[in-house]
């Protein structure tokens, strides 16, 4: 992120939590950890956490967990996949054919 998105991240952060220290240091501050942080997922993780906490954000509440992040991207395609394999099988699946049932059954009793 640069300074400028640092500073709208900020007024969003200040917006919604008026104690919230926007001082020249401060953006300083959020610019030294923030700098090779992309500024959506910044504004993504800030938005949740306005909806969840009523405490300002720290600095690695902005940045949020990138390992959750990472598994939950993976988990969300790994589930995307799933249901298109499932809405494969869907489309192709068929009933047994007439007798299968009544095959297996007579397989297990002389087993």
Same mark, same amino acid.
């Given at each position: 992120? /640069? +300074?400028? $998105?640092?500073? @709208?991240?900020?007024?969003?952060? +200040?917006?919604? &939590?008026?104690?919230?220290?926007?001082? @020249?240091? /401060?953006? $300083?501050?959020?610019?030294? &950890?923030?700098? @090779?942080?992309?500024?959506?997922?910044?504004? %993504?993780?800030?938005?949740?956490?306005?909806? !969840?906490? +009523?405490?300002?954000?720290?600095?690695? $509440? =902005? #940045?949020?967990?990138?390992?959750?992040? =990472?598994? #939950? @991207? %993976?988990?969300?395609?790994? !589930?995307?996949? &799933?249901?298109?394999? %499932?809405? #494969?099988?869907?489309? $192709?699946?068929?009933?047994?054919?007439?007798?299968?049932?009544?095959?297996? &059954?007579? +397989?297990?009793? #002389?087993?």
């Amino acid at each position: 992120m /640069n +300074k400028a $998105e640092i500073i @709208d991240l900020l007024i969003v952060i +200040k917006e919604n &939590y008026p104690n919230f220290d926007v001082s @020249d240091e /401060n953006v $300083e501050r959020h610019l030294k &950890y923030l700098h @090779d942080f992309s500024f959506q997922a910044a504004m %993504r993780n800030v938005d949740e956490h306005i909806r !969840t906490s +009523k405490y300002p954000p720290n600095i690695a $509440e =902005i #940045r949020g967990s990138l390992g959750e992040q =990472i598994e #939950r @991207d %993976r988990m969300k395609s790994f !589930t995307q996949e &799933y249901f298109a394999e %499932r809405a #494969r099988a869907r489309e $192709e699946a068929c009933p047994p054919p007439p007798g299968w049932k009544e095959s297996i &059954y007579a +397989k297990l009793r #002389r087993a």
